[in-house]
Nanobody, 126 residues
Framework: QVLLVASGGGSVQAGGSLRLSCTAS?????????MGWFRQAPGKEREFVGS????????DYADSVKGRFTSSRDNNKSTVYLQMNSLKPEDTAVYYC??????????????????WGQGTQVTVSS
């Protein structure tokens, strides 16, 4: 069954903003999970973007997006968000959300994440 659904992608011009959402289905209690965001650009490997712990009080970001992207969460809505500001053409990619079972660590390795959303396309034009 589908446990994570990512949405909010689209096409914007450089300097614009988008907010991605990742909603968990009833089969996944999101408050038990740290959530990560990854992206994969054409011809490149999937890479870590950011993560947020179960409570939302701790986050981690890749250097390439630090200061521009912010993750937040609303466990009551079973939803995690990625606010992306000052977007650049190099941010163009398919963005994925993922769930890591654990309440302490914020892993950057994809292998640490057990559940994945289907991905949402973000395209930034210059």
């Amino acid at each position: 069954q589908v446990l994570l659904v990512a949405s909010g992608g689209g096409s914007v011009q450089a300097g614009g903003s988008l907010r991605l959402s990742c909603t968990a289905s009833s089969g996944l209690t999101i408050s038990n999970y740290a959530m990560g965001w990854f992206r994969q650009a054409p011809g490149k490997e999937r890479e870590f973007v950011g993560s947020i712990n179960w409570s939302g009080y701790s986050t981690d970001y890749a250097d390439s997006v630090k200061g521009r992207f912010t993750s937040s969460r609303d466990n009551n809505k079973s939803t995690v968000y990625l606010q992306m500001n000052s977007l650049k053409p190099e941010d163009t990619a398919v963005y994925y959300c993922a769930a890591h079972r654990g309440t302490v660590n914020l892993p950057r390795s994809q292998s640490e994440y057990a559940y994945w959303g289907q991905g949402t396309q973000v395209t930034v034009s210059s």
